[in-house]
């Protein structure tokens, strides 16, 4: 055996080391760790949630997403012990498996010993008041409710049929509605035995939910099936409502439809692509597809006897909601800068669960509307409202913001940020919402073959562009490296411009935004009575103007005699009269046969049509139609006129051509686009 030289053959137990045993190794448990899969407990595992109704989290809130053993103090995940999370605020008492055969049973409930009050176990809160939405509060309001003022002006429709043919999709949305048969809203629903135990079949029992426990006004996560045993049950000890129930990717989605109304102004609707994927249709950029806020299509469940505290829709949204199923009571309170002051304090105030919102406001200013199965119900942006629910009732319904209520969104937004409710709370993306909004306006405003933007719309989107210019500043003080995507780069400024060029067009007495109806060209000139063979007749009719813009068409149909004898045809004199064409005989400055060149082919038409459409005026009338060759346009007739009775002689030096005259900018329609090179070609006479 070869030995090695540098190790002794023999030693003294001094000098040889003694070598220990290895460690053993043992599991050792923190009380972070879950007692069953020994997994750290991370609370970035639960999924994110929102409410549609915006509530505001209560002081004791929080996530409960473990629980403790009270025997030997070890941890759990709760879907490890196989409890879900609104149970965990039930319970008084767990034994974790390990436990159970020494210390006894597994779950032992709270014992409800102070019913009015959220903490209904504590012996301590025995002599404070009721808190809103415990059952002696609720029995309370239920003997009283039905005397609140009912809300008298509720615009009422018989069906959708009405209700679409009276929408006003140019103005603010200021009231809420109800539609009394869904008939002509164009919504799909389920058919007439549709019920809870479909909804479940449809979704299944594991579908995670939110639901509001009643009682204590709070909100927690449930499962499907642990929300229908309870909805089964006969005896319920504690209420829950289903309010925030997201059906878009569900089986659902294919037998719900919402009312035309939420697809024609939802701006989610009309900038992210339906299947989520990008196509030219919609101008969501790729990477901002997995932004999209799914919040229009709602599934809410409500037990009988529950009651839902006063809160603003998130975002200042918009709702529909139509009862398929029993029967709900709204009491509504309108928006003002009062009320939203008076919203916030409440929300923020100390005891806030003892107080009834109500009683804070003007007397009588609460109104009661209540909605029964097979109405639909509409609210615009802001309403503060809260909601009774008398039976099981099962109502559809969704959130949507859009361009008639801008600024009350944004007003709502900021009371939001001042109640200062958790992001789950908000309007999915509700800012990104607001670029695209912007970034499309610029693309309609004033474009041909596409819709214009209202007076009312132009005012919505001054409110934004500050609120826009405010979110860069925020977003570059957070991250000094923060840049907008390049879809948005020039949104501000280009917004900044179209608001200037819109005051500018204010300012031509020709365009009155305050009435677009009222002062536009193409309404100016359609007149009650205008085919009538009675002068006195259409001069009455002028009448049904406003004093203005009767003075303005009287003008412009007066009887004015030409040197042929014969009145002029209106769009004759209305080209003398806007343009500004020379009375005095001679050439004019403005009529040459470039005078089109700077009307896009559209316009042309409109303005040939109407000049068909005044020949047929001037024949109603009896007068004699001035006909020319179907090549020259009406300036260039007018042209001809003035230059055969010009009183200059031959030797009169021909003026120069004047300079080719560059394209306006485009205007909020045909009409004022056309007026705004008028008004250039006659500055540059």
Known sequence: ????????????????????????????????????????????????????????????????????????????????????????????????????ENSGKSIIMKKNIVPH????????????????????????????????????????YENGYEFTNNFNYNEEWKQPLKVLKKE?????????????????????????IQVIDVYMQESNTMSMGAFYDRWKDE??????????????????????????????????????PPDGVSTDDYIVIPEHVEFKPDVAMFCLLGMGGSYTDFHIDFGGSSVWYHVYKGKKVFYVIQPTEKTLEKFV???????????????????????????????????????????????????????????LNITRQLQVYDVELKCSYDDHFLFPSFELTNWYAAFEALERFGSLGNDSLSQHVIEGFRSLGPYLKKWVQRDKEQNENYKLPNIFRDTIADLDKMIDQYDKSCLDEAYDPENEKKSSLKIKLKMNGSGSNSPKKREKSFDKLSKKDGKYVKNIFKYEKTNFGRTLKPSER???????????????????????????????????????????????????????????????Q?????????????????????????????????QARMLQKMKLLKKKK
């Open 1 to 100: 055996m070869e030995v090695d030289a540098e190790l002794p053959l023999s030693s003294s137990p001094k000098e040889t080391p003694i070598k220990e045993p290895p460690p053993i190794l043992r599991a050792v448990r923190d009380q972070h760790d879950c007692g069953i899969c020994h997994q750290a407990i991370n609370n970035a595992d639960k999924k994110d949630h929102f409410s549609a109704g915006g509530f505001k989290k209560g002081d004791d809130d929080k996530s409960d997403e473990w629980i403790q053993c009270n025997c030997c103090n070890r941890w759990f995940h709760i879907a490890c012990a196989k409890v879900e999370e609104f149970e965990t605020k039930l319970i008084d008492i767990y034994h974790c498996s390990d436990c159970i």
């Open 117 to 156: 009050r959220y903490k209904f176990w504590k012996e301590s809160e025995k002599d404070k008041p009721d808190q809103v939405g415990t059952k002696p509060w609720i029995d309370k309001l239920i003997a009283r409710e039905a005397k609140f003022p009912e809300f008298s002006d509720l615009k009422l």
């Open 184 to 208: 002509g809203l164009n919504m799909h629903l389920p058919d007439g035995d549709f019920t809870i135990d479909t909804i479940v079949d449809l979704v299944g029992r594991d579908e995670e």
């Open 235 to 272: 005896n319920r000890e504690r209420l829950y409502n289903m309010l925030s129930f997201e059906f878009s990717h569900t089986r659902l989605m294919d037998i719900v439809r919402a009312p035309d109304l939420m697809y024609k102004l939802s701006w989610v609707h009309r900038f992210w």
């Open 345 to 403: 304090e409440w929300t923020n105030g100390p005891n806030r669960s003892e107080k009834d919102l109500n009683d804070l406001m003007p007397e009588g200013l609460m109104k009661r509307v209540e909605i029964n199965e097979g109405e639909t119900l509409m609210i615009p942006s802001g309403w503060i409202h809260a909601v009774y629910t008398p039976i099981d009732s099962i109502v559809f319904g969704g959130n949507f913001i859009h361009e």
């Open 574 to 636: 209305i080209k003398k009269s806007v343009v500004g064409f020379e009375s005095e005989p001679g050439p004019s400055s403005n009529s040459n046969k470039n005078f089109f060149d700077n009307f896009s082919p559209e316009e042309r038409k409109q303005i040939n049509d109407a000049a068909k459409a005044d020949d047929g005026y001037v024949k109603s009338n009896g007068d004699i139609i001035y006909s020319s060759s179907d090549d020259e346009d009406i300036t260039s």
């Open 638 to 670: 007018i042209s001809k006129k003035k230059r055969k009775y010009s009183t200059k002689t031959k030797d009169t030096p021909k003026e120069p051509k004047p300079p080719k005259i560059p394209k306006p900018q485009k205007a909020a329609n045909p």
